[in-house]
């Protein structure tokens, strides 16, 4: 049983730039989560969603970001216009609701922006 | 979700055990307490997780004061590769996990 894959693993990308990174979850996992964290702070949650649905959004920045979850395909966390300041680590995350919610993260996309 | 504090570091010795403590004093009723981990810069891997009585797995034991205002991970015998930042998280079912700063366990031979 595959886990939590992402990709690409790393990305470099100038600024002004836009980033997309990708998540499948684990098989049968309809949650995803999308956190952030930035060189040697703790993880900081963005989004929260299901199938075609974004269920809490209240880490995402107001501009720039944005997530989504199509009933078909991976989770895509889209970054437009990057800025330095977006270098970071993006993991994601998936669950089903009936094992407690526990989330499995996948091994993260690394983004540099020059 | 409730705040939890943890100390910032501590050190243990190869083979013993690894007693993390978590203080959870706002925690709900409903609101259950996990544990992660992260290894170097891999992504968190989840541990164990309680919401009253005490838990144990093939990981880690958690142990849940009855007050449940605070939690001890247990790492039985610790090795080398238990090095890691330990995260306690205390949230409701569903939804986000908000992590804090953890603790950065050093595992010593």
Known sequence: NAGVMQNPRHLVRRRGQEARLRCSPMKGHSHVYWYRQLPEEGLKFM???QKENIIDESGMPKERFSAEFPKEGPSIL???QVVRGDSAAYFCASSDISTYNEQFFGPGTRLTVL | DAKTTQPPSMDCAEGRAANLP???STISGNEYVYWYRQIHSQG???IIHG???NETNEMASLIITEDRKSS????PHATLRDTAV???IVKTNAGKSTFGDGTTLTVKP
Not at chain 2, 72 to 75: A, F
């Open chain 2, 86 to 88: 330990y995260y306690c």
């Open chain 2, 22 to 24: 978590c203080n959870h």
């Open chain 2, 72 to 75: 001890t991970l247990i790492l």
């Open chain 1, 47 to 49: 989004v929260y969603l």
């Open chain 2, 51 to 53: 919401l009253k009585n």
């Open chain 1, 78 to 80: 889209r970054i437009q």
């Open chain 2, 44 to 46: 968190p891997q989840y």
